[in-house]
């Protein structure tokens, strides 16, 4: 079935240094990959998505690309702030209307 | 104005006590969820109700009713509350002939059973 891996946390970086979560996927076909972020207290907010191969996705300075080849659709950003420290989940959506969510990346950042 | 609102915030009950959630969206949405997040944070889907009609039902105990009057609002009731049912609950909406555009999520339910 399909299903998400993302690395496991926490991840603790100081500020301005450059961040990578890792995610891949399982899944048949096409699905559509997403970041969402959970910041402390809140819901989940969508942070970016990608719907096809080779699609990418950013919002807020953080990137991800859809690779096909490696199933993979990691997160990244050039230079971390306080303000991102955040739990990011990886997910996607394919056949039907049912989210699979990885388990959560916790990010500290560090002045 | 909140896209989708859940009530209450936080919740402190007792084992054994009867309690319900409340969620509405004011998005147009057709379609709802439930989620249950851990304390480890990994999220579990409970329900889905497409305007009105129930359409994902998880493992989940038959103590957890959810209740959708019409299709801007879904309910969790729960029955006979037992300590492992202490997590946040999240509402979330999304179009039914568009989940690709993503979930929108409440801010959540923390529920603390004593």
């Known amino acids: 079935g399909d299903s998400v891996t993302q690395m496991e946390g926490p991840v603790t970086l100081s500020e301005e240094a450059f961040l990578t979560i890792n995610c891949t996927y399982t899944?048949?076909?096409?699905?559509?990959l997403f970041w969402y972020v959970q910041y402390p207290g809140e819901g989940l907010q969508l942070l970016l998505k990608?719907?096809?191969?080779?699609d990418k996705g950013s919002n807020k300075g953080f990137e991800a690309t859809y690779r096909k080849e490696t199933t993979s659709f990691h997160l990244e950003k050039g230079s971390v702030q306080v303000s991102d420290s955040a739990v990011y989940f990886c997910a996607l959506i394919h056949t039907g209307n049912q989210f699979y969510f990885g388990t959560g990346t916790s990010l500290t950042v560090i002045p | 104005d909140t896209a989708v609102s859940q009530t209450p915030k936080y919740l402190v009950t007792q084992m054994g006590n009867d309690k319900s959630i409340k969620c509405e969206q004011n998005?147009?949405?057709?379609?709802m969820y439930w989620y249950k997040q851990d304390s480890k944070k990994f999220l579990k889907i409970m329900f889905s109700y497409n305007n009105k009609e129930l359409i994902i039902n998880e493992t989940v105990p038959n103590r957890f009713s959810p209740k959708s009057p019409d299709k801007a609002h879904l309910n969790l009731h729960i029955n006979s509350l037992e300590l492992g049912d202490s997590a946040v609950y999240f509402c979330?909406?999304?179009?039914?002939?568009?989940?690709?555009?993503?979930?929108?999520f409440g801010s959540g339910t923390r529920l603390t059973v004593v």
């Open positions: 998005l147009g949405h057709d379609t």
């Open positions: 979330a909406s999304s179009p039914y002939e568009s989940p690709r555009n993503g979930y929108t």
């Open positions: 990608a719907t096809k191969a080779d």
């Open positions: 899944a048949t076909g096409y699905p559509s």
